[in-house]
């Protein structure tokens, strides 16, 4: 059987994921040696980019090097609802066709919403087939089936029942668009050239004043108190007094904190309680008023004059500032480059503000989960982000949970007048009316690896796959996610949920920047997979990401990747087009040891010392390195070295010599097909394919290095002759000799390396 002259990547591609799929290769085998992963889910509304094809190419990397070694192998798949995206991108399509969402109410809005996931949501897992990824689509999952639901709801019950869940008016980051809560992670910071305002506190009775800088000047209408540092000589004689508060007939106190920090600014600080975290601990130590001065939408209510009452935030802003202008308040205007969080989903600036929430407690979650990782029983890949994650579970505060939101999970819990009722199941009578919010989708991820598996119920996927093996996510997650898994996974299976987790680079334009729409900079991974193939997207990506430093990505690195596809085809075509009948190759073992020359035991040395190499790499989760190393052997030592010894063998007239060579060859090439296969699936079942192999390339055996057959003194033998060889093809090209001519070779000198040459 001969390989066509060139290698089509989207033909192949399609036949082969299609034949395993139809063959069920990816579903787990009766082995008792389990490895399991779990995918991260992408959001419902997400599409595939370079971030997702890094990331799941490696769990893909993994999961079919477990399968190739006999592992009970399961990569469990599935999606995240996205409350927020979601429900934005349904109110979106919702106001074009002129209906808003509040006239329409939550049971409609509900089957709207449903309607557009079935209809649009899920796109990014039929891109992570064409990707290759050897997922059990059988067990797929997504956070809103009915399953799953019931596992989120019994969690928020049993936390509530232990008295860990609470409601209470606590700081949070607010969405005045979106109108709901926001995470940490929903906050995407962008660093932005703005002002800051140094404004004149005249204090009361007094001549005297106190100069305060900030950001935000229409807080000050909010403004309960003017904090000094207590060791401040400067301000020590005006602790006790008040404030005439500007633009308004207030009068605040200024009190000592050690939170002030004397050497920034002015040494004077403004607290507006109700509107930035830090000014919320300050007011609660020193017995402030807490007063709010904004609606759910960003506009001023009615606890501030009554000239600003209904302004947008950013609208009060600029009268703020004109007044004060006027008045002689403002003391200066510095130009001030400051990091602004804005909505990742609205793209509208995010706004601190007290509201009541429902809070998660941490910190007795955080002991054990900062504990496993202290032991080693977790283990960080890399090591570094260990010390982070430290950091933040000893800082770690109450999670707020409950979003203003009608997609998701709703919160299980009823009122009826002073009564509240908790449970999974609506209580009995009339008059209760349910909680309007949602959870956070961080509270239903946070159980993935084990309600997936059909936690609380002891089934038996969860006694066979659970717990997991290995986490591969991005470091940006490490305290929404990770962090959580782990505490989850310890609090209600008292198990680690994996024992290492891989954090991936993240993948940068070649300038250094985040990749993101709104830059133009993020490539189309379907277009790159039509252009390149996705062997050599795949490849390429590995080859430019080491092990949790970020990857600077340009399209020309993908050639790199293609053309190692092409010298890997032509190879294997050279190879085939010279054996008379593929099921006539003997095996090495068949072949009598003296027909071997010393290039063929030097071979087998070399790719027995790359086995041994990628072997070592992929356990210490080096991915990048052991491509690299297979690159290395693949395309140097046996392609442009051992192929081209054979070549002469091969045409020659001994059958013996041909043989030998040709069972040497294949025998090498097939290991090379092996291991590669987790990095370039569709190239290596293509390949595997002509030698009539009677099973798919993922059911062969991984291969085992054998350090017997690792000879040092080949090794140096060998590539002492090529050295001679380089530089003979050096000196002809420098003389204008041909390549071709024969030319004589006098050695003079060392008598072992002349009888190398000789040999």
């Known amino acids: 059987m001969e390989l066509p002259k060139t290698y089509n990547p989207i033909e192949a591609e399609d036949k082969w994921y299609e034949k395993w799929q139809q063959n069920k290769l990816f579903s787990p085998n009766e082995s008792n040696d389990t490895y399991t992963i779990m995918i991260p889910p992408p959001n419902v509304t997400g599409i595939l980019h370079l971030g997702h094809v890094l990331n799941n190419t490696i769990q893909d990397i993994l999961i079919r090097k477990a399968k190739m070694e006999g592992k009970n192998t399961l990569w469990l798949p599935g999606t995240d609802h996205a409350s927020i995206a979601t429900e934005a991108k349904v109110t979106a399509k919702l106001k074009k066709q002129g209906v808003n969402k509040k006239d329409l109410g939550r049971d409609k809005f509900l089957k709207h919403a449903w309607e557009w996931t079935d209809e649009y949501g899920g796109i990014i897992i039929k891109q992570l087939k064409r990707l290759g990824a050897s997922c059990d689509w059988s067990r797929q999952r997504f956070t809103m089936d009915d399953e799953y639901y019931q596992s989120v709801i019994q969690t928020f019950v049993k936390l509530y029942n232990k008295g860990l869940i609470y409601k209470g008016v606590r700081m949070v980051n607010w969405d005045c668009k979106g109108l709901t809560a926001l995470s940490d992670e929903e906050v995407i910071h962008k660093e932005e050239s703005g002002s800051l305002w140094h404004i004149k506190y005249k204090i009361t009775d007094s001549d005297d004043y106190l100069v305060v800088a900030t950001t935000r000047p229409e807080t000050m209408l909010g403004d309960t108190g003017v904090a000094v540092n207590p060791n401040d000589k400067r301000y020590k004689k005006y602790i006790g007094k008040t404030i005439d508060l500007p633009l308004s007939d207030y009068k605040i106190p200024i009190f000592a904190d050690n939170y002030v920090d004397m050497s920034f600014g002015t040494g004077c600080v403004k607290v507006t309680p109700a509107h930035d975290p830090n000014d919320f601990e300050m007011a609660n130590r020193n017995g402030l008023e807490i007063k709010n001065i904004m609606n759910e939408n960003g506009t ?38 400051h ?43 890399p090591e570094r982000w260990t010390k982070i994650y430290n950091h933040w579970l000893n800082n770690i505060t109450d999670w707020c949970i409950s979003r203003q939101l009608w997609w998701g999970h709703r919160i299980p ?57 290995i986490l591969v996510t991005g470091p940006d997650i490490i305290f929404f996610w990770v962090a959580r898994m782990i505490m989850s996974g310890l609090y209600f299976k008292k198990q680690i949920p994996f024992s290492d987790v891989y954090f991936t680079s993240i993948i940068r334009d070649d300038k250094g920047r985040k990749m993101s729409k709104s830059l133009g900079n993020s490539p189309d991974a379907l277009q790159l997979f039509d252009q390149y193939g996705v062997d050599a997207v795949r490849m390429s990506i590995l080859m430019i990401a080491p092990q949790g430093t970020d990857v600077l990505f340009s399209e ?48 087998i040395s070399k790719l027995n010392q790359t086995i041994k190499e990628v072997n070592k790499e992929i356990k210490d989760y080096r991915l990048n390195e052991a491509v690299k190393s297979m690159y290395n052997f693949i395309w140097k030592d046996y392609c442009d070295w051992y192929i081209e010894f054979a070549k002469s063998r091969i045409y020659g007239s001994s059958k013996n010599n041909k043989e030998t060579v040709i069972s040497v060859a294949v025998y090498v090439l097939k290991n090379i097909l092996k291991l590669l296969h987790p990095y370039t699936p569709f190239i290596t079942e293509e390949v595997w394919s002509y030698f009539n192999e009677s099973d798919f390339i993922i059911n062969s055996q991984w291969p085992n290095a054998d350090n017997e057959k690792i000879n040092n003194d080949i090794d140096n033998n060998i590539n002492f002759i090529m050295l001679v060889i380089t530089a003979l093809r050096n000196l002809k090209s420098e003389l204008n000799i041909s390549p071709v001519k024969e030319i004589q070779l006098v050695c003079r000198g060392n008598k072992l390396k002349t009888d190398i040459i000789n040999c």
């Open 300 to 337: 001023l209510n009615e606890n501030v004059p009554k000239e600003f009452i209904g302004l947008d935030r950013f609208e009060a802003r600029d009268k703020v500032i004109s007044k004060l202008k006027n008045l002689d308040l403002l003391e200066k205007i510095e130009e001030y480059v």
């Open 339 to 381: 990091n602004v969080g804005y909505s990742e989903r609205t793209d509208v600036v995010v706004e601190p503000r007290l509201s009541n929430q429902w809070f998660l407690k941490m910190k007795e979650l955080a002991k054990p989960a900062l504990k496993v990782v202290e032991n080693k029983e977790i283990n960080f890949h």
């Open 413 to 469: 819990v009823w009122y009826r007048g002073e009564e509240v009722y908790c449970d999974v199941n609506p209580p009995k009578g009339d008059g209760w009316m349910q909680d309007e919010d949602v959870l956070d989708t961080w509270f239903s991820s946070w159980i993935w690896p084990f309600a997936t598996l059909g936690w609380p119920d002891d089934t038996k996927d969860l006694k066979q796959f659970y717990p997991t093996q």
């Open 556 to 603: 020309d690195r993908l050639e790199q990747g293609k053309n190692f596809m092409n010298k890997l085809w032509n190879c294997s075509r050279f190879l085939l087009m010279n054996i008379d009948d593929v099921n006539n190759i003997k095996s090495i073992d068949e072949i009598d040891i003296s027909n071997f020359e010393q290039v063929d035991f030097w071979i």
